[in-house]
C-alpha cells in the first residue's frame, strides 16, 4: 500500500523568495513519485515525475524535487517565488510497473505569495 | 487537442434525485478514472477503469455507479444523491502502460441540497 503526506496545508512566502513544499511518501515497492499543481477553478497539470532515473527532477516553471530514498522525501523547491506561482499543490505517489496508473494523493498544500 | 472533457461543470442537486457525470478523452488512453476533491482531503479515488470493459472500485466508491462506455467515454452516475456527495469530481486518463502520467479534465461543482 502507498500513501503520501505534505506536511503543512498552507505555505505563505514573499514573491522572490524560496518556495519548499514537503512531501513524504510510504510504499512497500520502488515508487513512482508526482507533483501536480491545480491553479483556481481548474484541473490538476503535472509540474514534475520521478521514475528512478535521475532522483534531481525538474519540471516546468523553474520548479524542481529531489527523490531521497533515505528519508522518504520529495520535497517541491523553486529557488525564487512568482506571484503566478499561487495556487494548490499535490504530491502523489503510484507503484512502479503494472498498477495502471492508480495514484494516491496527498493533502495538497495551499501556496501564497506575496508582493 | 481537447483531451479530457467533463460535462456539466456545475450542477446543484436536491436530495435523492440521481444524474450522470459525463467524461470523454481524445488521448486514445486506456485507463481512466474518477476522483472527488473535498478541502483538505486531497483527491480520492471513487472508481476507475483499467481498461475499456474493465471496471473497479477505488478508496471511496459507496453512492456511485461508473459505466465504461467506450474507449473514449466513462460516466459517474449518483443515483441517489446525499449532501455528502457535495464535492468537486475530476475525470483523468492516462496511457495505462509505463509512466502513466494521468491528464485531468476541469472538474465538475456539485452542490446536493
Known amino acids: 500500500a502507498q500513501s503520501v503526506t505534505q506536511l503543512g496545508s498552507h505555505v505563505s512566502v514573499s514573491e522572490g523568495a524560496l518556495v519548499l513544499l514537503r512531501c513524504n511518501y510510504s510504499?512497500?515497492?520502488?515508487?513512482?513519485l508526482f507533483w501536480y499543481v491545480q491553479y483556481p477553478n481548474q484541473g490538476l497539470q503535472l509540474l514534475l515525475k520521478y521514475t528512478s532515473a535521475a532522483t534531481l527532477v525538474k519540471g516546468i516553471n523553474g520548479f524542481e524535487a529531489e527523490f531521497k530514498k533515505s528519508e522518504t522525501s520529495f520535497h517541491l523547491t523553486k529557488p525564487s517565488a512568482h506571484m503566478s506561482d499561487a495556487a494548490e499543490y499535490f504530491c502523489a505517489v503510484t507503484p512502479g510497473g503494472t498498477s495502471y496508473g492508480k495514484l494516491t494523493f496527498g493533502q495538497g498544500t495551499i501556496l501564497t505569495v506575496h508582493p | 487537442n481537447a483531451g479530457v472533457t467533463q460535462t456539466p461543470k456545475f450542477q446543484v442537486l436536491k436530495t435523492g434525485q440521481s444524474m450522470t457525470l459525463q467524461c470523454a478523452q481524445d488521448m486514445n488512453h486506456n485507463s481512466m478514472y474518477w476522483y472527488r476533491q473535498d478541502p483538505g482531503m486531497g483527491l480520492r479515488l471513487i472508481y476507475y477503469s483499467a481498461s475499456e470493459g474493465t471496471t473497479d472500485k477505488g478508496e471511496v466508491p459507496n453512492g456511485y455507479n461508473v459505466s465504461r462506455l467506450n474507449k473514449r467515454e466513462f460516466s459517474l452516475r449518483l443515483e441517489s444523491a446525499a449532501p455528502s456527495q457535495t464535492s468537486v469530481y475530476f475525470c483523468?486518463?492516462?496511457?495505462?502502460?509505463?509512466?502513466?502520467?494521468?491528464?485531468f479534465g476541469a472538474g465538475t461543482r456539485l452542490s446536493v441540497l
Open positions: 483523468a486518463s492516462t496511457l495505462g502502460q509505463g509512466v502513466n502520467i494521468q491528464y
Open positions: 510504499s512497500s515497492v520502488p515508487p513512482y
